[in-house]
């Protein structure tokens, strides 16, 4: 792997899986559970098959699975996230794969929706991304992307800088024994584009009846566009 951010957030995410659902669901008081499902209704009368991208240990994949039970591909580029993943939550119908989101392994017009929790923000090329998901969603598919975004509230705004800068590192250093993963996150959230960026970027890739939804006071945000 020649890009240093891409085994960076590899070796990160090899090294974290066992507590990863753990620190999610404590870390976000439970919201992420419902973050989740959120995703997988948007995504419930997509056309098969489904990709699931930057999948972790699937649990976003199943959400989607309880709610459109089409075969779907589920790709990571850590490969213990996958078999952590097949041990923990394989279903009927599910494909995993080991590759990267910014180079998809499909032929053009393969999907008739994609999803990308968490995942988007940790890409270093994310226009080329974007070409990607747009190439490989069949006409009229959907591209749901769910991802950390920063509070705008006043007094929230810094209560949640700190909980994210102190406490997350703190939770993620006991339970999965690296806490620079948890700083990690909490730089890399901080570094993301706004929605009005992301957005911009998602019509510059070509999607259209672009939109985004605030989740959590603006801890979250939920965007979609549609491949015409
Ligand atoms: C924060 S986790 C999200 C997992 C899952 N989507 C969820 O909702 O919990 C981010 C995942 O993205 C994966 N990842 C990071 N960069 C990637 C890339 N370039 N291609 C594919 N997967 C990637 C990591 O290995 C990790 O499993």
Redesign the pocket.
Known sequence: MGDPH?KF??DK?DRIVRN?DLV?FLGSFGQDVLW?KEVARELSSAEPPLL??????F??SKEIHKKNPSPMFA????LE?LVYGMRKRAFPGLFPLC????ELPFKDYSFGGIS????FR??TKREKALSEFYRVLKPGGLLVI?EFSRPTLPVFKSLYRLYLHYFMPLLGGILTGDKEAYQYLANSIEAFPSQEKVCEMLKKAGFEDISVKTLTLGVVSLYKGIRR
């Open positions: 891409k957030v590899k995410f990863y999610n989740r699931d991208l930057c999948c972790g240990p649990t976003l790709l990571d580029l850590s996230m590759g990267d989101a910014e990308i929790a968490f995942g940790n890409l769910l």
